[in-house]
């Protein structure tokens, strides 16, 4: 089993930065990579930017210059700096792990942007 605790949510004016931090814990082994998804409201859940282990990382195109995804392989921890908030960025942010097997999902930590 594996067990990931989102942090670092909040509510923040347009403009201003967040820091999402995801420790993971259990059976992390031949992890093929960590990701943020978010889901706004009446929306589905899209992917916000992923990093494998060979710390590849990709970004959705609407956060691309703004959000910077990292891991600290010691801590077992990824993370996610986002600069610029824009009200759009309102959702609740997921971490995923991906490895051999089913997908880990954390519980979400809400993210709100005010105009």
């Known amino acids: 089993q594996v067990q990931l605790v989102e942090s670092g949510g909040g509510l923040v004016q347009a403009g201003g930065s967040l820091r999402l931090s995801c420790a993971a814990s259990g059976s992390i082994f031949s992890i093929i990579a960590m990701g943020w998804y978010r889901q706004a409201p009446g929306k589905q859940r899209e992917l916000v930017a992923v990093i494998t282990s060979d710390g590849i990382t990709n970004y959705a195109d609407s956060v691309k210059g703004r959000f910077t995804i990292s891991r600290d392989n010691a801590k077992n921890t990824v993370y996610l700096q986002m600069n610029s908030l824009k009200p759009e960025d309102t959702a609740v942010y997921y971490c995923?792990?991906?490895?051999?097997?089913?997908?880990?999902w954390g519980q979400g930590t809400q993210v709100t942007v005010s105009s």
């Open positions: 995923k792990l991906a490895r051999p097997g089913p997908d880990y």
